[in-house]
Nanobody, 123 residues
Framework: QVQLVESGGGLVQAGGSLRLSCAAS????????MGWFRQAPGKEREFVAA????????DYADSVQGRFTISRDNAKSTVSLQMNSLKVDDTAVYYC????????????????WGQGTQVTVSS
């Protein structure tokens, strides 16, 4: 079993930055690929970024490419999402997720989820 807890959400003005963190516990170690997803009111959950077990491979949605950076520290069992140049459209609940094996963009293929953290970007 894997437990994931996100932190770091909040309110920020457009153009600002936030850093989200996800602390993992349980049967993770470095064996899980990790991803960030988000869901805005009335919209489907969408892929944001993912990172491989070793951290050597990353993947980003086109909408955040060049603005967001995903990273992980396997020694501390944490995954982070640095979000820069935030836009109003980035407003959503952000979820950390884990899956065994390689990275993926489909939320339905992730096995474990955090409770989510709210990110609100004001204009």
């Amino acid at each position: 079993q894997v437990q994931l807890v996100e932190s770091g959400g909040g309110l920020v003005q457009a153009g600002g930055s936030l850093r989200l963190s996800c602390a993992a516990s349980g049967r993770t170690g470095s064996g899980s690929a990790m991803g960030w997803f988000r869901q805005a009111p009335g919209k489907e959950r969408e892929f944001v970024a993912a990172i491989s077990r070793s951290g050597s491979n990353t993947d980003y949605a086109d909408s955040v490419q060049g603005r967001f950076t995903i990273s992980r520290d396997n020694a501390k069992s944490t995954v982070s999402l640095q979000m820069n140049s935030l836009k109003v459209d980035d407003t959503a609940v952000y979820y950390c997720a884990a899956r065994w094996g390689t990275t993926g963009r489909s939320w339905s293929t992730y096995d474990y989820w955090g409770q989510g953290t709210q990110v609100t970007v004001s204009s």
